[in-house]
């Protein structure tokens, strides 16, 4: 598989490895850790600008949540503008507005600059409300966005067979295929001559007067600069407080072939957790692909369960046929609701870092491309106060910021007081998984169908919190910042930078 879970993702044909030997004997201008959207977009656009740049990736370009995503394409976002301007008055909110239609220019641009492929195609989006309480929502968020310049029109009829109370039309959005567009770019990248390496996990960094020494499993690497475009950043910082793992839900329906009602643009109710849809052509067929029922990582016993619910929301009103694709995917939460885009906190200014994109990555994973290199650049962003990492609101978020650390520490005490204690390993059945106290010490144990065991240590390397089964992605996810591992104990997501260690359990001597 050539993404972070077990499950296949609509885009994941399109991956391709990108082989390239790096010569890490060189001294380069900019070191890039991550090969997503956020990553990719931010080492060619440095290399655009003359840079002498080298992109890391653990696993493969497109791994992780841009193989993931949805690919919505919005100038409105999770955090509504009338929050944004509750919270940091109207001169932040719009440009909050300017950064999302921003980002939409940045991948248009490029599109139409390197002749990109992707599947791109402007959209209507439609934002409905349900029920009374979604009506008031809805009048909220189109009085916040009227103030920052953003477009919604109420409408008496929506392409989408939903009931529904009230709802708005918002021009000017887009959709697109994110691994044809982010696999082209590193093709341009590569052809300006900037350096790929897959396959390389960076461990840690020296951030000196002159440079940052960044070591690898590869070797050690000099660079003037570093910028972390990894969803959230490795190590301990305030940003594992201020942002919380989240997992989203994907599927994606055949059509039936008599149904002439195919609902071309984009659809979001205003539900808790809210659904989205849009149509994705695939090998010639039109797929509709719906998402929802999102839940923090770690933190929902049943994760299939996710799927057959959303599965069985979408049957209620749509015409499909079969699920061709199911998939998961990983996203922060920060809580102010703004992302954090810039220099990492406690850096020297030397290192950066863009995290907190709440359900938006394609948007602020490409506009943190142009806030990034703007810093490295020039030394100034019109962005860099509003998205800065360090950023301190009492006001925005402070709820938010307790509950969400409260329950990291109740995640931590809890795992450790109450790992399900059995006596022997025997006890495990086939097909599940559990975290077991055996002689003393504690181990994540999953045991196939076939009767195989996969025995690692249960305890997350990041904070030393205890890891949950995922039953959906067949991963073990850890519920206080979201770093995630397969059944051998392989890292899939950070922000730890080490693996499980693995045991050899009976079946395997």
Known sequence: MYRDGARKSIWQEEIRRFSSDADFTQQFDVAIVGGGITGVSTALKLQQSGKKCILLEAANIGFGTTGGTTAHLNNFFDTTYTEAINDFGLDNAKLLAKAGEEAIEIIQDNIRNFSIDCDFEEKSGYLFALDEKQQKQLKDIVDGASQVGIEMKYTEQIPFPVPFKEAVIIPGQAQFHPIKY????????????????????????DEQDDMVILKTSKAEIRANHLVYATHIPPGMSILHTTNAPYRSYAIAFSLNVNDNN????????????????????????????????????????????????????????????????????????????????????????????????????????????????????????????????????PKAGFTEFVKENAVVAYDFIKDKLFAEKISSLTEIREGEAKV??????????????????????????????????????????????????????????????????????????
């Open 182 to 205: 982010i696999k082209a770019l590193c093709d341009v990248f590569l052809g300006l001559g900037g350096t790929i390496q897959e396959d390389c996990v960076c461990e840690s960094y």
């Open 436 to 509: 077991v106290k055996y002689e003393g010490d504690s181990y994540a144990v999953y045991k196939e169908d076939n009767g195989k065991m996969h025995l690692v240590k249960s305890t997350c390397p990041h904070a030393l919190c205890e890891v949950r089964w995922n039953s959906a992605e067949l991963s073990w996810d850890c519920p206080c910042h979201g770093s995630r591992f397969n059944v051998n104990g392989k890292l899939l997501t950070g922000p730890t930078v080490q693996d499980l260690p693995r045991i050899e359990s009976e079946s395997e001597l």
């Open 262 to 393: 195919i609902p071309e643009d984009l659809g979001y109710d205003l539900m808790d957790s809210y659904h989205y849809y849009r149509i994705q052509e695939i090998d010639g067929e039109k797929l509709l692909i719906a998402g929802g029922e999102d839940h923090k990582t770690g933190h929902e016993e049943d994760t299939g369960e996710c799927f057959s619910k959303l599965e069985n929301y979408v049957r209620k009103y749509f015409n499909v046929d079969t699920a061709r694709y199911s998939w998961s995917s990983q996203y922060y939460e920060p809580t102010d609701g703004f992302p954090y885009i810039g220099k990492l906190p406690a850096s020297k200014g030397r290192v950066f870092t863009a995290t907190g994109f709440r359900g938006n990555g394609m948007i602020f994973g490409t506009i943190s491309s142009q806030i990034i290199s703007d810093l490295i650049l020039k030394g100034s962003s019109k962005y860099e106060t509003v998205f800065s990492p360090s950023r301190i609101k």
